[in-house]
Every structure is written in C-alpha cells, then in structure tokens.
Nanobody, 117 residues
Framework: QVQVVESGGGLVQAGDSLRLSCEAS????????MGWFRQAPGKEREFVGH???????AYAESVKGRFTISRHKTKSIVHLQMNSLKPEDTAVYYC???????????WGQGTQVTVSS
C-alpha cells in the first residue's frame, strides 16, 4: 500500500509565497517521479510540474518562473515552492507519485490553496 500525503496549503494574499510538501510512503514504493496537479472549482485537473528522480523538472507555462519543485535527497518527499502567487492559482493541489518500473500513479488527498486579491 502506497500513501501520498500533502501538507502546507492555506490562505494567502496575492504576491505572497507558500510551500507545499508531499511524502509518498510504502514498503514497495520507489519513485520515478513526483509532481503536482491542481484543480480549480469548475475546471479540470491540470498539470503544475514534476520532478523526475534523475533530477529533471518540468513546469506548466502558467507557473514557470514562479514555482519550483525540489526533492529530498534520500526520501520520497517533494516540495512545491510557490512565489508571487496570483488569485488564479487558487485550487486544490494534488501530489502525484509515479512508481518506477510501472505505470502506477498514486494520488494524495489534496490540499487547498486560496489566494486572495
């Protein structure tokens, strides 16, 4: 059983920063990549960014230059540093953990980020 747990959401003002964290745990879990998606009310879930355990990162155009994903050196933990937040960043943020050597993707329960103008 793989568990994915996010933390760090909250209510901030436009221009503020926020850091989300995500940990994947499970005896058999070995990460290929971990990343973030978000879903705003009435919209589909969208890709935010991810980091492969090789170190490569990728980001959605809407967050490039403002958001940064990093990972722990030895544990299946990633962080999403969000700077210069905008009201349109308001969404539930979900962490996704991809299992190495398989097509399995595990999701967290989501954490709410609300940016007020």
């Amino acid at each position: 059983q793989v568990q994915v747990v996010e933390s760090g959401g909250g209510l901030v003002q436009a221009g503020d920063s926020l850091r989300l964290s995500c940990e994947a745990s499970g005896r058999t879990f070995s990460p290929y990549s971990m990343g973030w998606f978000r879903q705003a009310p009435g919209k589909e879930r969208e890709f935010v960014g991810h980091i492969r355990w090789s170190g490569n990162t990728a980001y959605a155009e809407s967050v490039k230059g403002r958001f940064t994903i990093s990972r722990h050196k030895t544990k299946s933990i990633v962080h999403l540093q969000m700077n210069s937040l905008k009201p349109e960043d308001t969404a539930v943020y979900y962490c996704a953990a991809d299992q190495a050597g398989s097509m399995a993707r595990y999701w967290g329960q989501g954490t709410q980020v609300t940016v007020s103008s």
